[in-house]
Nanobody, 121 residues
């Protein structure tokens, strides 16, 4: 079981990035998947998640700017991030098999290695 996150980088405020999380050893459709982030000196926070039936959750801080999606054929989950702000700077982690509802996301079993997103002002 392995998750490979990619797509991070340096972008100016207002710009966009798309993070990808490719899975091997299981299929994303079986359980919810999510994205978390951890900024320097801060605790890890849940950003977004998607269930097997396509229901999604977004943290208030990213609602309207980020979009989570999944591609079953590629066994990949994406996080499209638009209108990026300096406060979005963090290491982003994808995760699989956990809790995802309209109230939030938590308790994920499998984690990717993290990809750094840096937003300059």
């Amino acid at each position: 079981v392995q998750l490979q996150a990619s797509g991070g980088g340096l972008v100016q405020a207002g710009g966009s990035l798309r993070l990808s999380c490719a899975a091997s050893g299981f299929t994303f459709d079986d359980y919810p998947s999510g994205w978390f982030r951890q900024a320097p000196g801060k605790e890890r926070e849940g950003v977004s998640c998607i269930t097997s039936d396509g229901s999604t959750y977004y943290a208030d801080s990213v609602k309207g700017r980020f979009t989570i999606s999944s591609d079953s054929a590629k066994n990949t989950v994406y996080l499209q991030m638009n209108s990026l702000k300096p406060e979005d700077t963090a290491v982003y982690y994808c995760a699989h098999k956990g809790f995802c509802s309209r109230y939030g996301l938590a308790r994920y079993d499998y984690w990717g290695q993290g990809t750094l997103v840096t937003v300059s002002s």
